[in-house]
């Protein structure tokens, strides 16, 4: 287990580091990610021979001070604390029925630096959601066409004088996306080969100047009740019975 505890630490770091000035004191997201690590492991359970199946729904009881801070990340945290829920799943090959969400939750009886969990197994439905990974920040393709570049006119604006003012095009027709290159000055590359045009496959790497783009395809759980989901819940599904890859 040597090697998988390293790994496993090094995910808590990442997360823990992202937000290291943030949380200065009070609940710190090592215990989170701890909290929820634990929680994984305590509660999956053997239910074949080829199948260890692990909670994936998460509520994270804290108290009004923790709550405040940690709810002042909005989705950035909490999107972090879903991407290491699955890893370390996959890690352990544990598997889940259904949508992985965490909730974050005030708590008047909880002191600062008091954290509960709580979690369970909930089946839910998918919606894939096609997103562009920019220096970690999540912009979903909510048009047909989307336009990455430095100049304002562009729909994803990057602070990278080595992009132009218009750069690539990303087009999503709800099944497949494609990559084109606007006749940049510096081009593109894709994947580390030049770009041109091309289709995109979930987790390819576009380069344009010094940023670095990750295509995804988020199978996010879809609301169970209409309504919005705010920042301090967010769900993301991973499809019924998912297994590692």
Request: aromatic share 6%.
């Amino acid at each position: 287990m040597g090697i998988l505890d390293n790994f496993e630490r090094g995910l808590e770091r990442a997360v823990n580091g992202a937000f290291a000035k943030t949380f200065r004191s009070g609940l710190q997201p090592v215990e989170l990610t701890s909290a929820l690590r634990k929680e994984l492991d305590t509660k999956a359970a053997v239910v074949s021979r080829d199948r260890v199946l692990a909670p994936n729904r998460f509520v994270l009881r804290m108290s009004a001070a923790d709550y405040s801070r940690m709810r002042s990340m909005g989705a950035a945290l909490t999107d972090e604390l879903i991407d290491f829920v699955q890893k370390h799943a996959r890690s352990q090959h544990y598997q889940f029925a259904g949508g992985i969400s965490i909730e974050l939750e005030e708590d008047a009886e909880l002191s600062v630096g008091m954290l509960q969990v709580e979690s369970e197994n909930v089946k839910g439905d998918v919606a894939w959601t096609p997103v562009l990974d920019i220096d970690g920040r999540h912009y979903p393709l909510t048009r047909s066409r989307t336009v990455v570049g430095r100049g304002a006119e562009a729909d994803i604006t990057v602070d990278d004088t080595g992009i132009s003012r218009r750069h690539i095009m990303v087009t999503w027709d709800g099944q497949r996306a494609q990559v084109e290159d606007l006749g940049s000055t510096n081009g593109s590359k894709l994947d580390g080969q030049p770009l041109k045009k091309a289709i995109l496959q979930p987790e390819s790497v576009i380069s344009i100047g010094r940023t670095r783009i990750v295509f995804r395809v988020l199978p996010q759980a879809a609301p169970s009740s209409p309504g919005r989901v705010d920042d301090a819940t967010r769900r993301h599904d991973v499809g019924n019975f998912w297994g590692p890859s």
